[in-house]
């Protein structure tokens, strides 16, 4: 199976959106403690009300959040504008044995064997190799929607699902 297609900056985003998403766990658990133990020193040590501690928790989160998505959507911006091979149009070809990726400056083939996941979602595919180094696959890229279910199904067959 052939198929290609050209990695936009909005497929970036959307990638490191889903990434985001698949480390949801220990971000919860990380925030969870980091906010019941900011609670009980604005409530026990500063001695805030309730109601105030919570007020500001709240105006840090939604100032965080902010401020956190805007760092990022730059920072990926700058990433995409600086990586001549982030505009490539690349060339897919999937076969038994793995994936081969060529554009007209890279040729790349990765086996099965290497993928340690894969992840559907409603547009695209993430093919992971480690936790930092992924393969994002948009569904745009496949010319009809059998090709997409015959993608699935390898991908089913070869690499294991989380």
């Not at 100032?63 to 760092?71: C, D, E, W, Y």
């Not at 060339?91 to 793995?98: H, P």
Request: hydrophobic share 45%; no cysteine.
């Amino acid at each position: 199976m052939r198929f290609k297609g050209q990695l936009q900056l909005e497929h970036l985003k959307k990638l490191n959106l889903y990434r985001y998403h698949m480390r949801r766990k220990g971000s919860a658990l990380f925030f969870l403690i980091f906010f019941s133990l900011f609670f009980l020193y604005m409530h026990y040590v500063m001695e805030f009300s309730v109601l105030a501690t919570i007020l500001i928790m709240l105006g840090g989160i939604v100032i965080g959040v902010i401020v956190g998505f805007s760092l990022l959507n730059r920072a990926l911006t700058k990433e995409y504008v600086r990586d001549p091979a982030a505009h490539s149009e690349f060339i897919y070809t999937v076969t038994e044995s793995g994936i081969e990726m060529e554009s007209d400056r890279i040729r790349h083939f990765l086996g099965w064997e290497e993928f340690s996941a894969v992840f559907e979602y409603a547009d695209m595919f993430i093919l992971t190799v480690t936790p930092i180094k992924v393969n994002a696959i948009p569904k745009t890229f496949f010319n009809s929607t059998e090709e997409v279910e015959e993608f699935r199904r390898i991908t089913n067959r070869k690499i294991p699902k989380k």
